[in-house]
């Protein structure tokens, strides 16, 4: 079992910035590829940035490609996703996800998901 909580989230004017983390615990964190999913409401659950274990490859999705940049810490077990340049269309409650595999980039080949934190961005 891997345990994932995530922290960061709240309420930013848009043009703002958030960095959202995630802590995992509970199995090898280098042994997982790590992602980003958001959920607005009455929508589904959409795919957002997706590392690799080592780290070495990201990939985003179009939407928030050069805005948003998701890192790890192998050694703090932990998942970053910097948001930068936020637009109302951003709001939603932000998933982290683990995928044990190398690299993962679809919502059905990830294996733990956390409980989700809330972005809200006003314009």
């Known amino acids: 079992q891997v345990q994932l909580v995530e922290s960061g989230g709240g309420w930013v004017q848009a043009g703002g910035s958030l960095r959202l983390s995630c802590a995992a615990s509970g199995r090898t964190f280098r042994d997982y590829a790590m992602g980003w999913f958001r959920q607005a409401p009455g929508k589904e659950r959409n795919f957002v940035a997706t590392?690799?274990?080592?780290?070495?490859?990201?990939y985003y999705a179009d939407s928030v490609k050069g805005r948003f940049t998701i890192s790890r810490d192998n050694a703090k077990n932990t998942v970053y996703l910097q948001m930068n340049s936020l637009k109302p269309e951003d709001t939603a409650v932000y998933y982290c996800a683990a995928a044990y595999r190398a690299w993962a980039m679809h919502l059905n080949e990830y294996d733990y998901w956390g409980q989700g934190t809330q972005v809200t961005v006003s314009s």
């Open positions: 590392i690799s274990r080592s780290g070495a490859s990201t």
